[in-house]
């Protein structure tokens, strides 16, 4: 089993900056896609950014030049920076693991976090 713990969320004004951090405890996630996701009131999870066990990134198309994901592996540890936040952005961030490849669809994710708010002031 794999836990996953997010923090890094907050209030912060259009423009604005913040990191989101996705602890993993219970095994190595070394060899597993790790992704971000959100939802905001109202509308689906959807797909923000997946890197692969090998670094290989995908973002959504709407993030992309704003949010970089990375990951520290020594760390167990993935994350999401965010720039150039825009009221749009505002959403629960959800972190999310699976062995193997990286893929955009969460249903193929196996493990969760609880999710940390993100919110954006125009």
């Known amino acids: 089993q794999v836990q996953l713990v997010e923090s890094g969320g907050g209030l912060v004004q259009a423009g604005g900056s913040l990191r989101l951090s996705c602890a993993a405890s219970?095994?190595?996630?070394?060899?597993?896609?790790m992704a971000w996701f959100r939802q905001a009131p109202g509308k689906e999870r959807e797909f923000v950014a997946a890197i692969h066990w090998s670094g290989l990134k995908n973002y959504v198309d709407s993030v992309k030049c704003r949010f970089t994901i990375s990951r520290d592996n020594a760390k167990n540890t993935v994350y999401l920076q965010m720039t150039s936040l825009k009221f749009e952005d505002t959403a629960s961030y959800y972190c999310a693991a699976r062995p193997g490849r990286s893929t955009w669809s969460r249903t193929e994710y196996d493990y969760w976090g609880q999710g940390t708010q993100v919110t954006v002031s125009s």
């Open positions: 219970g095994r190595t996630v070394n060899n597993y896609a």
